[in-house]
């Protein structure tokens, strides 16, 4: 039983435009969400995260938004640029990220095209 | 500053051999892991350690060993290697209840 779906296994957009890579949850003890960029032969680095005890949080072109009542984040990549094209992981963890386990969705292949 | 090391960084085994995974991380995290990545999946939790001297199990335990002697170094251990492991294993650590953990490169494993 996935408690964490990434139910776009890729994603292909134009450079300049926006990106945008969703996640569902079905856990509700979930409140901390992660997510992770990786390029192919690396290991995955961490991006941008969100508590939830906030609907949105940026990082430059990366916002993560987060609607709890859905049980459903997603991130924008605004513009896109042809170097984020990498594999986007959605995480979550309990207790406010205290909790030290992380439940990774099956990750979406961004490809942002020149 | 090297963060999360992993060796090796590639290996192929024949069924039934042994091999031991290195994970060296130079932040003082209190806490580590590792994962598998299979084809189509997210990464999975094998096992972790909240400290030197402690282990437990995750998600995907089954046919691997784990020991935390050092507090920056966790071992992976497969006692006798079956098909079914073959994947790409990541090491992750992070200090005591904050995120993100940080992960290495990964270890590419065939077992033939």
């Known amino acids: 039983d996935q408690q964490v779906k990434q139910n776009s296994p890729s994603l292909s957009v134009q450079e300049g435009r926006i990106s945008i890579l969703n996640c569902d949850y079905t856990?509700?003890?979930?409140?901390?969400f992660l997510w992770y960029k990786k390029y192919p032969a690396e290991g995955p680095t961490f991006l941008i995260s969100?508590?939830?005890?906030?609907d949105k949080n940026e990082d430059g072109r990366f916002t993560v938004f987060l609607n709890k009542s859905a049980k459903h984040l997603s991130l924008h990549i605004v513009p896109s640029q042809p170097g984020d094209s990498a594999v986007y992981f959605c995480?979550?963890?309990?207790?406010?990220?205290?909790?030290?386990?992380?439940?990774f969705g099956k990750g979406t292949l961004l490809t942002v095209n020149p | 500053n090297a963060g999360v090391t992993q060796t090796p960084k590639f290996r192929v085994l024949k069924t039934g051999q042994s091999m031991t995974l290195l994970c060296a991380q130079d932040m003082n995290h209190e806490y580590m892991y590792w994962y598998r990545q299979d084809p189509g999946m997210g990464l999975r939790l094998i096992h972790y350690?909240?400290?030197?001297?402690?282990?437990a199990k995750g998600e995907v335990p089954d046919g691997y060993n784990v020991s935390r002697l050092k507090k920056q170094n966790f071992l992976l251990g497969l006692e006798s290697a079956a098909p079914s492991q073959t994947s790409v294993y990541f090491c992750?650590?992070?200090?005591?209840?904050?995120?993100?953990?940080?992960f290495g490169d990964g270890t590419r494993l065939s077992i033939l």
């Open positions: 969100i508590s939830s005890i906030k």
């Open positions: 995480a979550a963890s309990g207790r406010g990220g205290s909790n030290y386990k992380l439940t």
């Open positions: 350690s909240v400290g030197e001297g402690t282990t």
């Open positions: 856990n509700s003890m979930f409140d901390y």
């Open positions: 992750a650590s992070n200090s005591a209840g904050t995120m993100p953990q940080h």
